[in-house]
């Protein structure tokens, strides 16, 4: 069960992209979905979230100009990216962290937390 990225590209500032992750399978509705991104030299920070209600939230530096949103009957996520900045240059990745009951072929009642991570997509912001 895979997370896969896609949307990225090279943009002048001012452009917007939209960015798409769907999941291969698994329970994909019931959690939330991030979206962090890895800037060169840089620490991966978390920038969206959206709750499996679809409620949003967004770190102040993309607030007002990032939106996130779901398709929980496509499984995909998708992070609209608009007035794009040369600052905005990174890997973007979706996450989630899912409960599973089978892990490995075993059972598990209490259940098990598996975190997964997209490969990444790349967004260059020229000025």
């Known amino acids: 069960v895979q997370l896969v990225e896609s949307g990225g590209g090279l943009v002048q500032a001012g452009d917007s992209l939209t960015l798409t992750c769907t999941s291969s399978?698994?329970?994909?509705?019931?959690?939330?979905v991030d979206w962090y991104r890895q800037a060169p030299g840089k620490q991966r920070e978390l920038i969206a979230t959206v709750s499996a209600s679809g409620k949003s939230n967004y770190t102040d530096s993309v607030k007002g100009r990032f939106a996130i949103s779901r398709d929980d009957s496509k499984k995909t996520a998708y992070l609209q990216l608009n007035h794009l900045q040369p600052e905005d240059t990174a890997v973007y990745y979706c996450?989630?962290?899912?409960?599973?009951?089978?892990?490995?072929?075993?059972?598990?009642?209490?259940?098990?937390?598996?975190?997964?991570w997209g490969q990444g997509t790349l967004v260059t912001v020229s000025s």
């Open positions: 996450h989630q962290e899912i409960l599973v009951s089978w892990y490995q072929g075993t059972y598990i009642p209490e259940g098990k937390y598996l975190t997964r």
């Open positions: 399978g698994g329970t994909f509705d019931l959690f939330p």
